[in-house]
């Protein structure tokens, strides 16, 4: 989707680094959430965002860390990175009327 | 807590043929219920979506079902073709605008043979 744009696609991480996960909206929505989806498991909400400055706990959030300081962003932070967090990382914006999520085309993260 | 179950995990439909996918959710304080595609390589898209003021909902060849008594719904692919194999996820919403987001089920992984 153009509309939520994901940095890097791809990372391969030593366990023990950290990195950040970039997700860039240009629809102006409010609310941001951060997904991630592994085999047989679905998608998982981590962490989500209702507005500028505001963060709240997902289903899954031990080991992350976010944080939205322009509306437009919503980063995604590993800490100290472990092999459980090898997985696809999606970002998504809900559409303000419908609902609807649109989703970002995922970030790949490999952790060895 | 798996709050929406899907089933099957996989499904071979011949082309032309029906393919159906089964969700059943828990909390009756759902109130919007899509479902999405993903293709290989890409971020999940809204397929189609109902709210449970009603039964049906039928958009081209796809059609959902919904028993709001029995707290299930599904997905109806009729006359399936090859490019609609794909996973796809069922989701529900919590009432009250769903700032939490969407609960997803674990997904149907679909193969059309042609």
């Known amino acids: 989707n153009a509309g939520v744009t994901q940095t890097p696609k791809f990372r391969v991480l030593k366990t023990g680094q950290s990195m950040t996960l970039l997700c860039a909206q240009d629809?102006?929505?409010?609310?941001m959430y951060w997904y991630r989806q592994d085999p047989g498991m679905g998608l998982r909400l981590i962490h989500y965002?209702?507005?500028?400055?505001?963060?709240a706990k997902g289903e899954v959030p031990d080991g992350y860390n976010v944080s939205r300081l322009k509306k437009q962003n919503f980063l995604l932070g590993l800490e100290s990175a472990a092999p459980s967090q090898t997985s696809v990382y999606f970002c998504?914006?809900?559409?303000?009327?419908?609902?609807?999520?649109?989703f970002g085309e995922g970030s790949r993260l490999t952790v060895l | 807590q798996q709050q929406v179950k899907q089933s099957p995990q996989s499904l071979i439909v011949q082309k032309g043929g029906i393919s159906i996918i089964n969700c059943a959710y828990e909390n009756t304080a759902f109130d919007y219920f899509p479902w999405y595609q993903q293709f290989p390589g890409k971020g999940p898209a809204l397929l189609i979506a109902i709210r449970p003021d009603v039964s049906e909902k039928k958009e081209g060849r796809f059609t959902i079902s919904f028993n709001k008594s029995a707290k299930q719904f599904s997905l109806h692919i009729m006359d399936s073709q090859p490019g609609d194999s794909a996973t796809y996820f069922c989701a529900a919403r919590r009432a009250g605008g769903g700032a939490d987001g969407l609960t997803f089920g674990k997904g149907t992984h679909l193969i059309i043979q042609p």
């Open positions: 998504a914006v809900m559409g303000p009327n419908t609902g609807e999520l649109f």
């Open positions: 965002s209702v507005g500028e400055g505001t963060t």
């Open positions: 629809m102006n929505h409010e609310y």
